[in-house]
C-alpha cells in the first residue's frame, strides 16, 4: 500500500473526540505509513494524510470546535479532512449556521495559518 498510494485516510469510529488517545494513535499511524513510504523510498511528504469525520467527531458542533480539531489533527500531520454535510447526523439545526460561519470565517482563518489548503 504504501508503494503505491497518493494518500492514507483514518477514520474516527469509535474514539471520543480530540481524546489524547486518538491524537496519538493518528499521530503514530501517520509516522508508521511515512516510515514505510520511506523505506520503498518514496518521499512521504508528497503523502496526503485524510482523516474521515464522522461521529464522535462532530466538525458542525461549533466554529471553535472545528478550528480545534482541524488545528490538533493538522499538528499531528493530517492535511485533509473530509467532512459530512451539515445535519447528516443529526438533525440540528444549529449545524447550518455552524457550517456557514465556519466557511465563511474558520477556513480562511486556518488557511491563512497554513492548516487548509
Not at 24 to 35: I, L
Request: charged content about 25%.
Amino acid at each position: 500500500m504504501a508503494r503505491y498510494r497518493r494518500g492514507r485516510q483514518l477514520s474516527a469510529a469509535s474514539q471520543r473526540p480530540l481524546s489524547v488517545c486518538f491524537r496519538r494513535v493518528t499521530a503514530e499511524r501517520c509516522a508508521r505509513f511515512d516510515d514505510l513510504a520511506a523505506d520503498l523510498g518514496r518521499d512521504p511528504r508528497i503523502i496526503r494524510h485524510s482523516l474521515v469525520c464522522f461521529p464522535p467527531l462532530t466538525p458542525w458542533e461549533s466554529p471553535g470546535y472545528f478550528a480545534d480539531m482541524v488545528g490538533e489533527f493538522a499538528a499531528i500531520g493530517i492535511d485533509e479532512f473530509v467532512l459530512s454535510w451539515p445535519r447528516t447526523w443529526c438533525d440540528e439545526p444549529r449545524e447550518d449556521a455552524v457550517f456557514g460561519e465556519v466557511t465563511a470565517a474558520v477556513i480562511p482563518s486556518l488557511q491563512a495559518r497554513g492548516h487548509c489548503a
